[in-house]
């Protein structure tokens, strides 16, 4: 298994150097309204789509990750040497995005594969690497930039060399998935109505993606050391809280789906509600308790209420890329209206309580979702 936590080590470092920053930096560039909104889900919608798609396709999971990994890489060294305001900026981004998805793809189906025993504790150790592997990186970056955008180009290049690195140790994984699709998907009972919870809510979740970057810019004069540090106090309690909510999931997992939905109200209504950027870190610790449910609790339910992964994922992934797209292009589009009609400031304020509150809704109907039989 050592390749595996080196390859989520090094990736998460890598991306974690550049990644976090895009939005910031694209509404710092000027992007507002739709642009913004792409640029805002490109990170889940792009490499949702491609994930769909593989589910129909019979390549196996390393061979997936090895090639994404490889065109990540070369995209983000691209990235590094063009003007940020440049018309092929956006698309070049939502291409990486997509190439991101192809290797995602891969590795969620090799984590089926290593996590049939304990799916709550394994899939948590995984996600315990790959949350080690971006927390210095990001603060490092942070740091280091400040208020000089031209200083974040190095650390594009070195995202882009090390993942390509990256590609390599994905090319001497010790595990693989190799099961071709099945002909036709059939849907349980559970996964559909996992389907549906899961469109409804990340419709309302994506909506506030947009307004996140224009309040840090100008709601809260935020630089890139803010960010960083922003990023950096959500990774810390990530890592403390990952194994203990992976073990939370393997007892009831419904109850901490439904809390970890319910608890992401808590990031619009900070930005909502504070009234200086010291507040909004404080609001960033419990980023840790819903990161570490986002990427064990909805995941170990995909895994068993399928009767096919490779379709299950596509699908599943299908459903949530429509439901940010639409989120994220409602949120941005809505914002630009709003701050026309009642200023930057307070527009994005209320929109922003808008949306917790409408999160704390939608986070019930996790609780009428029932607990499969394992396929």
């Not at 792009?46 to 589910?55: D, M, N």
């Not at 194994?243 to 992401?264: H, I, Q, S």
């Amino acid at each position: 298994m050592k390749p595996l936590r080196t390859y989520i080590l090094l990736r998460n470092f890598a991306l974690s150097l550049s990644q976090p920053f895009i939005a910031f930096l694209s509404a710092l560039s000027g992007l507002n309204g739709e642009a913004l909104a792409i640029i805002s889900s490109a990170g889940t919608v792009l490499p949702s789509i491609v994930q769909f798609v593989l589910g129909f396709v019979r390549a196996r999971g390393k061979q997936l990750v090895v090639i994404g990994s490889a065109i990540v890489g070369i995209l983000w060294v691209i990235l590094s040497l063009i003007p940020f305001s440049s018309i092929i900026f956006v698309p070049l981004y939502v291409f990486l995005e997509a190439s991101l998805g192809v290797s995602l793809f891969g590795w969620y189906l090799i984590m089926d594969t290593v996590s049939t025993s304990s799916r709550g504790k394994v899939l948590a150790q995984y996600s315990f690497y790959s949350t080690l592997g971006g927390l210095i990186a990001t603060l490092i970056t942070g740091f280091l930039v400040g208020d000089d955008t031209a200083l974040v180009r190095p650390f594009f290049l070195t995202t882009g060399v090390l993942i390509l690195s990256d590609s390599y140790i994905a090319y001497k994984f010790d595990a693989d998935y190799e099961k071709p699709p099945i002909k036709e998907l059939k849907v349980t009972k559970e996964f559909r109505d996992f389907l549906l919870i899961t469109f409804t809510f990340n419709v309302i979740w994506s909506s506030a993606w947009p307004l996140f970057p224009l309040a840090q810019v100008y709601v809260f004069n935020m630089n890139f050391e803010n960010v960083a540090i922003i990023n950096t106090i959500s990774g810390v309690s990530t890592l403390l809280m990952q194994n203990w909510v992976g073990k939370l999931v393997d007892k009831n997992r419904k109850l901490v789906m439904f809390t970890g939905r319910l608890a992401l109200a808590t990031f619009p209504l900070a930005y909502a509600l504070s009234t200086s950027s010291y507040e909004i870190y404080l609001a960033n610790v419990v980023a840790g308790f819903t990161n570490s449910v986002n990427s064990t609790a909805y995941l170990s339910y995909l895994y068993d209420s399928s009767k096919d992964t490779r379709k299950s994922v596509g699908l599943y992934n299908a459903v949530t890329a429509l439901g940010d797209l639409t989120g994220s292009s409602i949120g941005g589009i809505t914002a630009q209206l709003v701050t026309s009609l009642f200023g930057v400031v307070q527009g994005i304020r209320d929109m922003m309580l808008v949306i917790a509150v409408l999160r704390i809704l939608a986070s019930l109907f996790y609780l009428r979702l029932h607990e499969p039989v394992k396929a």
